[in-house]
């Protein structure tokens, strides 16, 4: 299973990235740190033209550029241009202790 973590502080990158690793062996988990490089990512544009689009993504809704909210819509909105299939997204902020699942449509 491919992940894409979106967060910003590194420390929970790394935390969320040793657990996913930890509990899901053999998954890997690519990390961008801000709105336009999830966005370049998710598009498949400069750096991440190779990139294979990830089964889930894990997005930070606090985020430098482009936040969380415009991440989501902006994927949702153009889930057909997102590679071969449409992932899921979780969202979560530091306040909510739940989370929340939208499927892509």
Do not use: N
């Amino acid at each position: 299973m491919r992940f894409l973590l979106i967060e910003d502080d590194p420390d929970h990158a790394e935390i969320m990235t040793f657990h996913l690793k930890r509990e899901l062996e053999g998954c890997e988990v690519e990390h961008v740190a801000d709105g336009f490089s999830a966005l370049d990512y998710l598009y498949q544009q400069g750096d991440y033209q190779d990139r294979a689009s990830p089964d889930l993504i894990l997005l930070d809704l606090k985020l430098p550029g482009f936040d969380g909210h415009e991440i989501l819509s902006s994927s949702c909105d153009r889930s057909r241009g997102i590679g071969s299939r449409s992932p899921g997204c979780r969202r979560w902020t530091e306040r909510s202790s739940a989370c929340e699942k939208r499927p892509s449509t």
